[in-house]
């Protein structure tokens, strides 16, 4: 039951184009929101064309060991937000929260579901790609390694 009030709190937020993570909207939210809400990050890198701002160590953010802004230089707008939780979250919690596995026959219910899926090195992960969220699993296959938060365009 704990976990379930983590996840609640970690990750609250209502339906919209993108899913929010702590008030921070992946295509909507801009760069100086993020430092409004969090103050200084740990670290602001550049990767890829993209900055980096990173919060870890003395400056994590509540309910986590690190999380990760991708923002685009141009626009200044929030991509994408990686969040890798402190506390274990079960699978079980995740579709508790954001909804079951999509059913085998292809025709997705009215409320979000997921679709398993591997990645290129054989990593699990959900896709919730109408919400825009991809949650990578730990190796068990049973625990959250990191929470993915971008557009729903992004996710597909």
């Given amino acids: 039951m704990k976990t379930i009030a983590i996840v609640a709190v970690l990750l609250a937020s209502a339906p919209a184009v993108a899913k929010p993570w702590q008030g921070i909207e992946p295509g909507q939210s801009k760069k100086e929101q993020i430092t409004q809400k969090f103050g200084e990050p740990s670290r602001v890198v550049t990767a890829e064309g993209k900055e980096i701002i990173a919060y870890f160590d003395q400056k994590a953010i509540k309910g986590t060991k690190q999380v990760q802004f991708k923002v685009d230089p141009g626009t200044q707008l929030v991509e994408r937000i990686d969040v890798f939780p402190g506390p274990v979250i079960d699978k079980e919690s995740v579709e508790g929260t ?59």
Avoid: W
């Fill in 98 to 156: 954001y909804g079951p596995l999509c059913p085998a026959s292809g025709k997705a219910p009215p409320s979000p579901c997921y679709v398993k899926k591997l990645t290129d090195d054989f990593r699990t992960y959900m896709l919730y790609s109408r919400l825009g969220l991809a949650v990578f699993l730990n190796e068990d296959g049973k625990t959250v390694h990191s929470f993915i938060f971008t557009t729903q365009q992004a996710a597909k």
